[in-house]
């Protein structure tokens, strides 16, 4: 079960509550065997998109010190 629920996202807290466990340390042991491949990609995914967004956001500094001057 707590392999399941960590492949599935839950983090250790809400994994550990079902088990009857009052910490997550135990969930953690009992979710390590978990294959987290898929989710590592997705995560990885998202802070490459929110890295071009940033990206195409931010004035270079030269740029701001040329605009505040004109």
Same mark, same amino acid.
């Given at each position: 079960?707590?392999?399941?629920?960590?492949?599935?996202?839950?983090?250790? /807290?809400?994994?550990?509550?079902? &088990?009857?466990?009052?910490?997550?340390?135990? $969930?953690?042991?009992?979710?390590?065997? !978990?294959?987290?491949?898929?989710?590592? /990609?997705?995560?990885?995914?998202? &802070?490459?998109?929110?890295?071009?967004?940033? $990206?195409?956001?931010?004035?270079?500094? !030269?740029?701001?010190?040329?605009?505040?001057?004109?």
């Amino acid at each position: 079960m707590a392999t399941t629920l960590r492949e599935a996202g839950l983090d250790e /807290r809400r994994i550990a509550d079902p &088990l009857g466990q009052k910490t997550p340390s135990v $969930a953690r042991h009992y979710s390590r065997s !978990a294959n987290l491949a898929d989710k590592n /990609r997705e995560t990885m995914a998202t &802070l490459e998109k929110a890295n071009a967004r940033r $990206a195409k956001i931010v004035i270079p500094v !030269a740029e701001k010190r040329q605009t505040r001057y004109e």
